[in-house]
């Protein structure tokens, strides 16, 4: 494919030359001089494309619908309900198109750029790669009631007066999205009386919450953690020695249980490694959050993948999203006004001002139309690039076949600012048939082996998630073992690395892995 660059959406600094005049602040002081500055400076145009480039695709759709609503100049023409004429702008010529060569003239307009053979097809770049099927798909909608909605329907259920009634209303819309109630009682009855004129006692608000902390999910408007989990275990069953244990631990040695000093919590409890084995298991089965359990009201980022990447018989194929490309066009109607003021005897000032505004709508919808194709063209080098570095992982899956690459290595590759990359990495997901990735997550720092060969960090954390994953739990490694295991192998790193790197993948020390 053959990439072409508009030179009004190059992403280039323009140096521009400009005379500065220094006026004195003190009147006594007459020396005035002229100073010629080199300043770079980025076009409307070239900050337009910049925006469009960040934009994933999920966000897509949304940025071209406010620009047709925003110019009327610009047209979807699967959005219109009866065909419109053929447009006569030539997009053939596009590329002679250069928004910032000239300033706009209200006496001068050259009515011939908007007045050519234009195809509409021709002036979207449609990639065949869409699946008919996945345009058709719909979400469905879950009918669920909130998690706010079901405590407030626990709550009508219950014989109340009027005035505990309010107090549970007001205990349940403190509540935190994770179900806990985190405000101040002395706080809550203030709220009661200046915003409802309702004066209670603490002892009402108290009572009120031991009513509330009775609906399901159990555990819901506790006060922190220890409560949330002793609320849980007390609706199970008290007669079981399991449970009782596992109450008193919650209540009086949460500290050393999170901590997982398991030596010392037998040795308070008289207890054995099994006995302690069976009762830690039965707090591990206890939600942290209850309100999540029912939450639907929290916002989920659905994940659009901006690129496909396929295999075809050990060859990779690439594929743009379709819906980053846009079937959009210039308005006819309005290059019609053009043709009716080239024609026009008399052009008055009115006449004049109306044909500006349309000028400058149809000079918009063109740079939109331009930013969007430069995008898609941006796109697809970039991955394209991306793809051939890490060819081998993306056929196998395997981690340990990624290369070292920095966004450097791309940008020399598409001879692009590393800012470009940085922005398409940084916001757009590929589908492999390994799953659904950020492309930032191919870039990866080198680490040099004892043999001179240079290797991705991904390596290296693969070792370690696969060293970590098959440990004993009940003596797990700890981060020299770590560092010794990886020297063994030819990786000569320090152990500060390899706790960087045990972080990074959320991977706590070995006292919290350590299992009984």
């Known amino acids: 494919m053959k990439y072409k660059f508009p030179i009004s959406l190059m992403l280039l600094k323009l140096p521009i030359f400009e005379t500065v005049v220094f006026i004195p602040l003190n009147h006594n002081m007459l020396k005035q001089h002229l100073q010629q500055k080199l300043l770079q400076k980025l076009s409307p145009q070239q900050i337009q494309f910049i925006k469009l480039l960040q934009v994933p695709t999920v966000a897509l ?37 250069d928004p910032i060569a000239k300033e706009d003239n209200t006496d001068e307009f050259n009515v011939d750029d908007y007045l050519q053979d234009d195809n509409p097809n021709d002036y979207s770049t449609s990639y065949n790669n869409s699946d008919d099927d ?9 009918i669920e009631s909130t998690f706010f909605e079901s405590l407030q329907e626990q709550l009508d259920l219950v014989p109340l007066s009027d005035h505990d009634f309010i107090i549970g209303k007001q205990i349940i819309g403190s509540l935190d999205d994770d179900g806990y109630l985190r405000r101040p009682i002395i706080s809550m009855i203030d709220d009661l009386a200046f915003s409802q004129n309702v004066m209670v006692e603490e002892e009402d608000v108290l009572e009120m919450l031991k009513v509330i902390q009775a609906f399901d999910p159990p555990g819901i408007a506790a006060r922190d953690l220890q409560e949330c989990l002793t609320l849980q275990l007390k609706r199970k069953d008290l007669n079981n020695p399991i449970i009782l244990k596992a109450i008193e631990i919650v209540e009086h040695h949460l500290d050393e249980f999170t901590r997982k000093h398991y030596d010392k919590l037998e040795k308070a409890l008289g207890l054995n490694s099994e006995d302690l084995k069976e009762i830690i298991a039965e707090i591990l089965r206890l939600n942290p959050k209850p309100g999540d359990s029912n939450q639907v009201t929290t916002k989920q980022l659905q994940i659009i993948p901006d690129f496909h990447v396929s295999n075809n018989d050990g060859v990779l194929i690439l594929m743009l999203n379709s819906k980053n490309a846009p079937e959009l066009r210039v ?15 008399q052009k008055d000032k009115k006449m004049k001002e109306a044909v500006q505004f349309v000028k400058q709508k149809l000079d918009s919808a063109k740079w939109f139309i331009d930013a ?6 941006t796109l697809l080098k970039t991955m394209n690039a991306i793809m051939q570095y890490q060819y081998e992982y993306l056929l196998t899956g395997d981690e340990r076949k990624m290369r070292p690459m920095i966004l450097k290595d791309i940008a020399d590759k598409i001879d692009m600012d590393i800012s470009t990359v940085s922005r398409v990495a940084n916001s757009k997901y590929v589908q492999t048939e390994f799953g659904t990735f950020l ?11 004892e043999s001179g060969e240079e290797v991705s960090n991904k390596e290296v954390k693969k070792i370690l998630e696969d060293c970590i994953g098959s440990e004993d739990k009940r003596k797990p490694l700890a981060d020299e073992k770590l560092t010794d295991i990886l020297k063994d192998r030819g990786y000569n790193i320090a152990r500060r690395t ?9 991977i706590p020390v070995a006292r919290l892995r350590k299992e009984l």
């Open 439 to 449: 492309l930032k997550s191919f870039f990866s720092e080198a680490i040099q082996t």
């Open 61 to 97: 759709d949304t940025r071209i619908k406010e620009e047709l609503e925003e110019n009327p100049a610009l047209e979807d023409p699967s959005l219109m309900i009866a065909e419109e004429p053929k447009s006569e702008y030539d997009d053939d010529k596009q590329d002679d198109y």
């Open 372 to 377: 969007i194709k430069q995008r898609q063209q």
């Open 498 to 506: 390899v706790a960087k790197y045990r972080e990074q993948m959320n």
């Open 331 to 345: 308005s006819r109607s309005y290059i019609d006004m053009f043709d009716h003021y080239d024609k026009a005897a």
């Open 134 to 142: 996945e345009e058709k798909k719909e979400t469905p909608i879950a």
